[in-house]
Antibody, heavy 118, light 106 residues
Framework: QVQLQQWGAGLLKPSETLSLSCAVYSGSFIGYSWSWIRQPPGKGLEWIGEISHSGSTKFNPSLKSRVTISADTSKKRFSLNLSSVTAADTAVYYC????????????WGQGTTVTVSS | EVVLTQSPDTLSLSPGERATLSCRASESFSSYLAWYQQKPGQAPRLLIYDASNRATGIPARFSGSGSGSDFTLTISSLEPEDFAVYYCQHRSDWPTFGQGTRLEIK
């Protein structure tokens, strides 16, 4: 069973950069795409962006100017950086592995709560 | 951007009853529609992909149907563990999710 383990700083001040990482266990990294998805408190899910095993990326247009996603295939790990955070970026952040056809999310990390507060 | 609208926002039912959740898209598309279940404090879990295919390990009481712009998730006979929030999701230019339907115990 594929497992995703994520980690990163949980408390940030406005204007700082959010950095999260996600490691893949018991499964292949090659051949799949990997996404970051977030969920503000009490709200629904928002896709942030994705990276393929070859390194190509796509981002939510509303966040594109602030998002970087990178991957280290040798470590089976991928990372999210979100710059210039504000209180609106407070959310639970999830990493996820795409389904075989790339259109859905078959496996999810446990979630990391990120709070932005001065 | 494809906007997904789920209805109802909240559905109150009793164990053993049948649940029907709707997801309507702002434009028609192929069958790339997925459903997820989320319980408090947990990550979402994939239930249905490609509109009607159950994900691995998902009980047969969960079924998905629909095409074009109207999709449905049906739970044939509710178990106590089925009370949760359900989201639909589609991938077009970029992935979008519906706002969710909360399935609560009546």
């Amino acid at each position: 069973q594929v497992q995703l383990q994520q980690w990163g700083a949980g408390l940030l001040k406005p204007s700082e950069t959010l950095s999260l990482s996600c490691a893949v266990y018991s499964g292949s990294f090659i051949g799949y795409s990997w996404s970051w998805i977030r969920q503000p408190p009490g709200k629904g899910l928002e896709w942030i962006g994705e990276i393929s095993h070859s390194g190509s990326t796509k981002f939510n247009p509303s966040l594109k100017s602030r998002v970087t996603i990178s991957a280290d295939t040798s470590k089976k790990r991928f990372s999210l950086n979100l710059s210039s955070v504000t209180a609106a970026d407070t959310a639970v952040y999830y990493c996820a592995r795409h389904c075989n056809d790339g259109a859905c999310y078959a496996f999810w990390g446990q979630g990391t709560t990120v709070t932005v507060s001065s | 951007e494809v906007v997904l609208t789920q209805s109802p926002d909240t559905l109150s039912l009793s164990p053993g009853e049948r649940a029907t959740l709707s997801c309507r898209a702002s434009e028609s598309f192929s069958s790339y529609l997925a459903w997820y279940q989320q319980k408090p404090g947990q990550a979402p879990r994939l239930l249905i992909y490609d509109a009607s295919n159950r994900a691995t390990g998902i009980p047969a009481r969960f079924s998905g149907s629909g095409s074009g712009s109207d999709f449905t998730l049906t739970i044939s006979s509710l178990e106590p563990e089925d009370f949760a929030v359900y989201y639909c999701q589609h991938r077009s230019d970029w992935p979008t999710f519906g706002q969710g339907t909360r399935l609560e115990i009546k």
